[in-house]
């Protein structure tokens, strides 16, 4: 045990990867722990000083780990148990703390508690899954369907039952009713704390509560959510964490980031509320659904900005007694770049302008591997390159609903959880870019050039040291960490630009969303009276150009996805 949490997370950077995509060392085609470790001072140069591993535990693999056979064990794939202690002992020399993926919500079918399970009705594992009867009718538990198509429900003829499962039928919910799965759940926890790992980021932790009821979806989800009808915060979701906190988490100095789907900022503050000690802060949904059409995610639409503005703004201002996690990118989510910028003729200016947007709001920033790069979604040759089984199982149905190939095409490039699992582009080697010297295990792109790490470290103006460069001013100013925030010029349609502010400092984050010059002045932020009287003391902190003029006044425009950071120091609004 490492002693009560010191909330040094709320100034930390947390750097994500996703292990199989990151550095293969043994050139087997698959990123492992030893290629990780190799990568560290790269991470270190960055200025990230937390690590977020997804799964590397032993799995099946049907939903790229997320489906866990054995939670206190390493994939092979990945390397050995000592190979993680290795780089969990490296990575703390280096003054960088590891988080671990936490997937409670549901284990694998091949996990050894779900085939006692599933053996009997008469067994100590009997109740550590949700079984249900058919109806009288010999019809489904309930209506609701999987996140990865079909029924949330598959019978098995050992018990004469049906287990759920919110996603895939190889995924079957735990149940968390059980005392007995809880308390099991808790000793996995604490075999990884007591080796020293920093905290968790624990998966769809809000479903993890069930309405006993089970009642069926009325429509008011699509169907691959629909199991959203009693098990999004469920009726104990709150409870189960309480304790969770004070059986576990409130006994070691770590961090803990839920994912929250169908969370509002009124939920939100239930899971982070430090006086509830629960969680420290949660992932939540609402600005990645803002380009959601007719299929959800798989989508031709663009996030509106003034629904971005509108809804970065409400979560920053109504978390004040809790706590945000920043993330434009992460392994379930299409590049940034692709999505809200333009990966083509302004890569490397939107890219930086993404990353001043997020890194000047209030919470924990966390960088996606590629995002420091700019890293764009992939162009795909063959919709069979796609390997996720959301995506495959989203093609299926394109095509059921007589969808055309260039739509389906379109779709899952602009949709694909693929787009963000690419293997890493660390240099100018053109067969597999220095992630192996094997065929990787995920195709790289084939249609445009590729850009890779070694460009970046040998360019001053890149991506990468402008993220150095933001990832620097956090650590280094109060304002960015403690200020207040307040939008500034709401209604205009194509810049986002709003205030931190402290009782010492006032800084301005301009950013914007146009592919053309337009006009823009410091007098259109609505300077307080104290800043104005000060504009001689203003200071450019940062810009994603590099000829942007030191005397403010002179700036009369905005360039394409131009982005400013200007600080007013000792004045009060």
Request: hydrophobic share 30%; charged share 25%; net charge negative.
């Amino acid at each position: 045990m490492r002693g009560k949490s010191t909330d040094w997370w709320k100034s930390s950077v947390i750097y994500q990867i996703y292990p199989q995509s990151f550095q293969d060392s043994n050139n087997d085609g698959i990123g492992d722990l030893n290629g990780i470790r190799s990568r560290l001072d790269y991470i270190q140069k960055l200025g990230a000083d937390t690590i977020w591993l997804n799964p590397i535990y032993v799995s099946p693999l049907i939903d790229n780990g997320y489906d866990i056979a054995d939670y206190r064990a390493i994939h092979p794939q990945y390397g050995t148990m000592e190979d993680f202690e290795q780089l969990l002992r490296e990575a703390h020399e280096k003054g960088i703390r590891i988080i671990m993926d936490l997937v409670v919500n549901h284990t694998s079918d091949q996990h050894e508690w779900f085939k006692q399970s599933r053996s009997s009705r008469n067994n100590p594992y009997s109740d550590f899954y949700i079984w249900k009867d058919a109806k009288e009718d010999g019809s489904l538990p309930n209506n609701w369907g999987s996140t990865f198509g079909g029924p949330a429900w598959t019978y098995v003829p050992e018990r004469d039952q049906y287990y759920l499962h919110c996603f895939a039928k190889e995924q079957p919910d735990l149940n968390w009713e059980n005392p007995a799965v809880r308390e099991a759940v808790y000793e996995d926890m604490r075999f990884w704390l007591d080796k020293g790992v920093d905290g968790f980021r624990m998966d769809v932790i809000s479903v993890i509560s069930k309405d006993p009821a089970f009642p069926d979806n009325d429509g008011r989800f699509p169907y691959t959510k629909s199991y959203y009808m009693g098990s999004s915060n469920g009726p104990r979701v709150h409870e189960f964490l309480q304790e969770m906190n004070e059986q576990v988490l409130s006994r070691y100095d770590v961090m803990t980031v839920g994912e929250t789907p169908n969370t509002t900022t009124k939920q939100a503050l239930l899971f982070t509320d430090p006086a509830r000690k629960e969680l420290n802060m949660v992932f939540q949904f609402e600005h990645m659904h803002l380009d959601y059409g007719k299929y959800g995610k798989f989508s031709v639409e663009r996030a509106p900005l003034a629904d971005l503005k509108e809804n970065l703004s409400k979560w920053q201002n109504d978390l004040e007694q809790g706590w945000n996690s920043l993330y434009w990118n992460n392994h379930d989510q299409p590049r940034a770049v692709s999505r809200y910028g333009d990966d083509q003729r302004f890569r490397i200016e939107s890219a930086k302008m993404l990353g001043t947007l997020l890194h000047g709001m209030k919470g924990t920033p966390f960088v996606y591997m590629g995002e420091e790069i700019g890293q764009v979604n992939p162009e795909f040759e063959r919709l069979e390159d796609y390997q996720d089984i959301e995506t495959r199982a989203f093609i299926d149905l394109l095509r059921e609903n007589g969808e055309s190939e260039e739509f389906i095409r379109t779709v899952c490039h602009n949709g694909s959880r693929d787009n963000a699992r690419t293997p890493m582009q660390w240099d100018s080697n053109k067969s597999n870019y220095g992630f192996s010297k094997s065929e990787p295990w995920l195709p790289f792109t084939k249609a445009r050039d590729v850009f890779t790490v070694e460009d970046a470290l040998n360019d001053p103006n890149s991506v990468f040291y402008h993220y150095q460069k933001l990832i620097a001013l956090r650590k280094e100013l109060p304002v960015l960490r403690n200020g207040t925030y307040s939008l500034k010029m709401k209604d205009h349609p194509e810049i986002f630009a709003y205030k931190r502010a402290n009782e010492n400092s006032s800084l301005y984050i301009i950013c914007s969303f146009a592919d053309q010059d337009i006009p823009f002045s410091l007098s259109d932020l609505g300077l307080s009276k104290e800043e104005e009287k000060c504009l001689s003391c203003a200071k450019l902190l940062l810009s994603n150009y590099c000829d942007t003029p030191e005397t403010l006044s002179k700036i009369q425009t905005l360039r394409p996805y131009e982005a400013l950071m200007i600080l007013f120091d000792k004045t009060i609004d």
